[in-house]
């Protein structure tokens, strides 16, 4: 009798374990479910932030590298000279001018080298570590572009306007194609630091 009721026992209690088993496998089903469609928006947008970032490092990389180059070519010679003297306005005259050309050329090399770790990062959008990366370098280059291009144009304003109060007489009437040339590349620095600025920014949305 014993053995008839523990086999009765068994026979009822398996149903019940089947039954939960089956009640709970559609809830992970569903949960499943649940996290596939919240990810997928979160990786469309996060894939067209990497695409953006690409294109204004392009666009970075032609600002600096311009501008590097425009000053790295920049000097005038007067048409009149003596037997002693010859009239020449060069880049390298001026430290500051020099810090210029040097900063921008390392600014676009940095770049060039970053459009690896961007591709990288539009085909992963969900990878941290290479954006962080990124991010980290991004604005150390942004401070020297900046750096680079006010000091720049500091030196661009005494030669245009001069300063009274240390008898430093401006020269750009005599040099103005070596000033207008200066110009120009300075804008093109800062250009070249105002989109470091906004990858930067698009960069800070990717990682949130």
Same mark, same amino acid.
């Given at each position: 009798m014993?053995?008839?009721?523990?086999?009765k026992e068994t026979a009822i209690n398996m149903p019940e374990i089947k039954s939960d088993d089956k009640a709970k496998a559609p809830l992970l089903n569903s949960s499943k479910a649940i996290s596939v469609t919240v990810e997928q928006p979160n990786r469309g947008s996060k894939k067209g932030i990497a695409s953006g970032?690409?294109?204004?490092?392009?666009?970075?990389?032609?600002?600096?590298?311009?501008? $590097?180059?425009?000053?790295?070519? %920049?000097?005038?010679? !007067? #048409? @009149?000279?003596? &037997? /002693?003297?010859? *009239?020449?306005?060069?880049?390298?005259?001026?430290?500051?001018?020099?810090?210029?050309?040097?900063?921008?050329?390392?600014?676009?090399?940095y770049l060039f080298l970053s459009l690896p770790f961007s591709v990288i990062c539009i085909n992963r959008p969900l990878a941290t570590t290479p954006r962080l990366v990124l991010v980290i370098f991004d604005t150390v280059m942004m401070g020297i572009?900046?750096?680079?291009?006010?000091?720049?144009?500091?030196?661009?304003?005494? $030669?245009?306007?001069?300063?009274? %109060?240390?008898?430093? !007489? #401006? @020269?750009?009437? &005599? /040099?103005?194609? *070596?000033?207008?040339?200066?110009?120009?590349?300075v804008v093109g620095s800062l250009i070249a630091g105002t989109f470091l600025m906004f990858i930067i920014i698009l960069s800070a949305f990717?990682?949130?």
């Open positions: 014993e053995t008839e009721k523990s086999v970032d690409f294109v204004l490092r392009l666009f970075a990389m032609g600002a600096a590298l311009g501008a $590097a180059v425009t000053m790295g070519n %920049n000097q005038q010679i !007067l #048409p @009149f000279f003596t &037997q /002693f003297f010859e *009239f020449l306005a060069q880049y390298n005259d001026i430290t500051t001018f020099v810090y210029f050309v040097t900063a921008n050329a390392a600014v676009a090399g572009t900046i750096t680079a291009a006010s000091a720049s144009a500091s030196m661009v304003y005494l $030669a245009h306007n001069g300063n009274q %109060n240390t008898m430093w !007489l #401006p @020269f750009c009437q &005599q /040099f103005g194609n *070596f000033c207008q040339t200066a110009s120009g590349a990717a990682l949130k």
